[in-house]
Structures are given as C-alpha cells and as structure tokens.
C-alpha cells in the first residue's frame, strides 16, 4: 500500500515557476512508477509525466516537455515536478499517483493523492 501527499501548489503569474513534491508511505514505493496527471474544471484528468522506478525512463505529454521535469528520491519516498514557464492553461488540480507498470492512463495508477491546486494568472 503507498499512501501519496502533494504540496507545492499556489498561485502565480504566466512565466512563473513551481515545484510540486509528492511524498509517500510505504515500503513498496521504489516499486511503483510515480505519475502527475492533473484535472482542469469540466476536463478530463489527464497525463502529465511519469517516472520508472529507478529514474531510467522518463515520459512528458506534449504539452509540458521542454518546461516540466519530473524526479524522484527514493531515499526520502519523495517524487518533484518542476513546473517553469507556467501558462495559464496549465491550471489544474495536480495529482501525484502511483502504479506497478508504466503507463500514461489514469486508470492503470492504483494510488492517488488528493491533489494540490495550481492556478496561473495571465
């Protein structure tokens, strides 16, 4: 069983930067691969980036490469997205998930956080 909590999110202008982390409970956590998805009002929750197990592959939907970077710290039970050049269309409730596999679907991650809020102003 992983048990995820996000923190990080907040309020800011267009071009601004965050960084959001995940941390978890749980022995198994070095297992699992560690996604973000978010969810924006009226939309589908929707792939953001994922990370192996060990850090060796790394996915990015198209619209966050080249901004985002996700990481992981196993020591510390702990998965980071860093979020620069924020758009406002990147707000979003921004989950942390875990999964057994790799995947880029929703449904395929068994755990989630509750999720943390990210609003871009223009």
């Known amino acids: 069983q992983v048990q995820l909590v996000e923190s990080g999110g907040g309020l800011v202008q267009a071009g601004a930067s965050l960084r959001l982390s995940c941390a978890a409970s749980?022995?198994?956590?070095?297992?699992?691969?560690l996604g973000w998805f978010r969810q924006a009002p009226g939309k589908e929750r929707e792939f953001v980036a994922a990370i192996s197990r060990n850090g060796g592959r790394i996915y990015y939907a198209d619209s966050v490469k080249g901004r985002f970077a996700i990481s992981r710290d196993n020591s510390k039970n702990t998965v980071y997205l860093q979020m620069n050049s924020l758009k406002p269309d990147d707000t979003a409730i921004y989950y942390c998930?875990?999964?057994?596999?790799?995947?880029?679907?929703?449904?395929?991650?068994?755990?989630w956080g509750q999720g943390t809020q990210v609003t871009v102003s223009s």
């Open positions: 749980g022995r198994t956590f070095a297992r699992h691969t």
């Open positions: 998930a875990a999964d057994l596999g790799e995947s880029r679907r929703p449904t395929a991650y068994d755990h």
